[in-house]
């Protein structure tokens, strides 16, 4: 069958050829539709994030999946039905409690490995195993945007995590500020839409340019941070109760303290590279306990949030799903995919012809 890999050697994806995987007990095989590609994806070819299958001199890349099911293999699913994999899997020959309790995706770094990204073959080949209890179903509508489950996934954990860091008292939040107008950025500002009043997008594009296009689509203000830095937000504009970073700009990290509104919460899910600069630790320190703020890190997300993006997605007007998808392409001219330009959003690698059940 046909795949996508990354070599050791290499950071250039390329279509090589593998067997197609048997399913053990308790797995499917899934025929692949559609797989996204997003900055983590980008960070995995560059080497920046990410490793190897243990042994193999090449990784099958892929995170963002959905698929139709081939092959049940007694594991209660129906041949047909549509699905998206999670991406944790534990590793080979080991389980802990994370695992047993679903919540892979609070296991630490060495408990689990991520298809695709960590570790283990990920999901742009034409047909892939998983077990069963790892795939998502989703409605056969749903299944062109297929791809936005797993990102909006990782967005459904972090904003159930924000909103528990202050369900201690009475908290009513009204504007937030995603940072970043990357794919992940601009799902995550409609999402928002739909549970605050105002929201800002922070960018740093001129016009014109499709994700600032989106961006007002969605009613959001766009901020470009090249004039108002993070830290500004509130003189600019006003500050906020919610920021969901998704540059991986390291700095916006400690700059988002200063954009919230008292009792507000950041979360961080950009994954940057080592690096050192200047910031007034005591002040920013002084101003998290004062104001009672909140930062939280996120990573990944569990069985629950793929549901929870499901049932999102499934409200999200198809005029702005299809505004995020930018490239459409197949697994043997894959290069576009990985055009990583302004033009770009969410490029999808789409597998086979449609067959009947799809
Ligand atoms: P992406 O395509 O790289 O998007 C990042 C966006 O941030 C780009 O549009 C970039 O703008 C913008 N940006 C970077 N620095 C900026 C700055 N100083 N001011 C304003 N905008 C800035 O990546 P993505 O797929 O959307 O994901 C975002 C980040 O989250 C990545 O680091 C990714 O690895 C991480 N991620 C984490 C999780 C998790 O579970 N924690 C899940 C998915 C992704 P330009 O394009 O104009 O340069
Ligand atoms: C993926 C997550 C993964 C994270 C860190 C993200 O792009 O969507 O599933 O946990 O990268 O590797
Ligand atoms: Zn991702």
């Not at 549970?195 to 766009?222: A, K, M």
């Not at 002040?283 to 909140?294: F, R, S």
């Amino acid at each position: 069958m046909k795949a996508v890999a990354i070599h050791r050697d290499s950071d250039t994806p390329e279509l090589v050829e593998k067997p197609r995987p048997e399913p053990e007990h308790g797995e499917a095989l899934v025929r692949t539709l559609r797989v996204g590609v997003d900055g983590t994806d980008h960070e995995v070819v560059s080497g920046g994030h990410g490793r190897f299958p243990d042994g193999a001199d090449h990784m099958v890349l892929g995170h963002e999946a959905v698929g139709v099911v081939a092959d049940p293999n007694g594991t209660g699913l129906d041949i047909g039905q549509h699905v998206v994999p999670t991406v944790r899997r534990k590793p080979d020959g080991q389980t802990n409690d994370y695992f047993r309790r679903s919540e892979a995706d609070m296991a630490p770094d060495g408990q689990y490995v991520e298809r695709g990204i960590v570790g283990a073959h990920g999901f742009m080949a034409e047909y892939f195993t998983s077990p069963a209890d790892f795939l998502v179903e989703i409605p056969a509508s749903l299944a062109p945007y297929g791809v936005f489950v797993e990102p909006l996934s990782n967005t459904e954990k972090a904003i159930e995590h924000a909103w528990a860091a202050r369900s201690a008292f009475e908290w009513n939040p009204e504007a937030a500020a995603v940072l970043g107008n990357g794919p992940l950025g601009l799902l995550t500002l409609w999402r928002l839409t739909q549970t605050v009043d105002r929201t800002y997008c922070v960018g740093r594009r001129d016009r014109p340019d499709i994700t600032l296009d989106f961006i007002d689509e969605v009613g959001s203000t766009y901020v470009d941070s090249r004039e108002t830095p993070v830290d500004e937000i509130p003189a600019a504009h006003e500050v906020v109760d919610v920021v969901y970073e998704a540059t991986g700009y390291a700095p916006h990290a400690f700059q988002s303290i200063e954009a919230l509104a008292p009792n507000g919460v950041a979360a961080l899910l950009g994954i940057p590279d080592s690096w050192t600069f200047e910031i007034d630790g005591g002040g920013l320190h002084t101003e998290l306990v004062l104001d009672n703020k909140c930062l939280i890190g996120s990573v990944n997300s569990g069985y629950t949030h793929f549901e929870a993006a499901r049932e999102r997605l499934e409200a999200m007007p198809t005029d702005l799903l299809d505004h995020l998808i930018t490239t459409v392409t197949g697994p043997e001219n894959v290069a576009p995919a990985f055009v990583d330009d302004d033009d770009q959003i969410k490029a999808v690698v789409a597998f086979g012809a449609p067959q009947a059940e799809d």
